[in-house]
């Protein structure tokens, strides 16, 4: 039930973009999104529900194709802060909220 | 600010040893989750709860009991620790205001 991940890891210079994919075997209800720092926890940035809906704050906007079970995380104009390991985490509606986490992609900004 | 406590950072257990992970979470939460992260396998799902005595096994429930005899406080235990079982172990609860996971800042255990 574990989501995939692509790619793996990436390497940006600062002002550079990128993007991450999720996609699921399963049907959707919702894709979370989710950065973890170097020794912190994750912390949640954005859901989408099905239906399609693009999201986004600051730089850092996502897209949720419910019909190909896919989501995507934009990076644009990237900066040092970016920096961390990304991950999806999916929903599809047969438990208690519990999500099940991609492999993570391990994003690194450099100047 | 929700806060999800662990209660150690790091620990270091021998094989054999019964092994107690406790987790607090401060926003009345109904529903908690523990999972452990391992370099390449991103984070995996062991037991989640949505109540008081309630609870339900994930994906890699081998090994691992969970106990949560009050709402705030949810429970790992190792029953007897063996190495493979050395890993990050994050705590988590979930906002249904927000629909996220509030993360525990995470325990890292070794078993030697």
């Known amino acids: 039930q574990q989501p995939v991940q692509s790619p793996q890891a990436v390497i940006l210079r600062e002002g550079e973009d990128a993007v991450i994919n999720c996609s699921s075997s399963k049907a959707l209800y919702s894709v979370h999104w989710y950065r973890q720092k170097h020794g912190e926890a994750p912390v949640f940035l954005m859901i989408?529900?099905?239906?399609?809906e693009q999201k986004g704050h600051d730089k850092i906007s996502a897209s949720f194709n419910e019909k190909k079970q896919q989501s995507s995380l934009y990076l644009t104009a990237s900066q040092l802060s970016y920096s961390g390991t990304y991950f999806c985490g999916t929903d599809d509606q047969t438990g208690a909220n519990n999500l099940f986490f991609g492999t993570g992609t391990r994003l690194t900004v450099i100047p | 600010d929700v806060k999800v406590t662990q209660s150690s950072r790091y620990l270091v257990k021998r094989t054999g040893e019964k092994v107690f992970l406790e987790c607090v979470q401060d926003?009345?939460?109904?529903?908690m989750f523990w999972y452990r992260q391992d370099p390449g396998l991103g984070l995996r799902l062991i037991y989640f709860s949505y109540d008081v005595k309630m609870k339900e096994k994930g994906d890699i429930p081998e090994g691992y009991s969970v106990s949560r005899e009050k709402k705030e406080r949810f429970s790992l235990i190792l029953e007897s620790a063996s190495t493979n079982q050395t890993s990050m172990y994050l705590c988590?609860?979930?906002?249904?205001?927000?629909?996220?996971?509030?993360f525990g800042s995470g325990t890292q255990l070794s078993v030697l």
């Open positions: 989408l529900l099905k239906g399609g």
């Open positions: 988590a609860s979930w906002d249904p205001g927000g629909e996220k996971l509030f």
């Open positions: 926003m009345d939460h109904e529903n």
